[in-house]
């Protein structure tokens, strides 16, 4: 299993600015997967992070709303860049372990205001 | 396109069982069916997963038809606590391999 510690887990921001949100994991993990949920909607993905290479990211989500740092097997870094209202969701890291089975922070809940 | 179908919303009353059906029509041969649920401000957990035998763990049972094609998570004394969204996937067991949710089931239970 793996227990995953994200901070903040929650903050109001005002539009124009830009929140890094981070992801803690206590066993070392190849891939981090970040995630993002719109109010009352399903989880989507946003990009998967690897150690040492640049993040790959998803269909309609770029590098510069959404950098991503992966220092080392048990950390990495979401910031959601120049922020509008639209921004305003819940945004979750995630890992795998062998055998399938994904493990989730609890969650950063950004309200833009 | 969706990989799984789920109803969107589910009632079941406390202390039943709670059916929540599932079909993957386009399953391949080593892909697995995995259920999470999502708990309110909460984030997914894991509940069980299985290739194509029954499985059953502290949670609840998995029932996978013999064409793999659909599934059903089994809780089988629902309680309160177990109101929540459950999400039905199919990946293969590798790991590091990206989860595509669904809009899942909302399941109530009702006192």
């Known amino acids: 299993s793996a227990v995953i510690s994200q901070k903040p887990s929650r903050d109001i921001c005002q539009r124009g600015t830009s929140l890094t949100i981070q992801c803690q994991v206590d066993s070392q993990v190849t891939m981090m997967f970040w995630y993002r949920q719109q109010p009352g909607q399903s989880l989507t993905l946003i990009a998967t992070?690897?150690?040492?290479?640049?993040?790959?990211?998803e269909s309609g989500f770029v590098i510069d709303k959404f950098p991503i740092s992966r220092p080392n097997l048990t950390f990495s870094t979401l910031t959601v860049s120049n922020m509008s209202p639209e921004d305003s969701s819940i945004y979750l890291c995630?890992?795998?372990?062998?055998?399938?089975?994904?493990?989730f922070g609890q969650g950063t809940r950004l309200t833009v205001v | 396109d969706a990989k799984t179908t789920q109803p969107p919303s589910m009632d079941c009353a406390e202390g039943r069982a709670a059916n929540l059906p599932c079909n993957h029509s386009t399953i391949s041969g080593n892909e697995y069916v995995y259920w999470y649920r999502q708990i309110h401000s909460q984030g997914p957990q894991y509940i069980i997963h299985?290739?194509?035998n029954n499985e059953t763990n502290e949670m609840a049972s998995l029932i996978i038809t013999e064409d793999r094609k659909s599934s059903t998570l089994i809780l089988p004394h629902a309680t309160l606590r177990d109101t929540a969204v459950y999400y039905c996937i199919v990946i293969t067991n590798f790991g590091n391999e990206k989860l595509t949710f669904g809009t899942g089931t909302r399941l109530t239970i009702i006192p």
């Open positions: 995630s890992v795998e372990m062998s055998g399938g089975r994904a493990f």
């Open positions: 299985g290739l194509k």
């Open positions: 992070a690897n150690q040492g290479s640049e993040a790959t990211y």
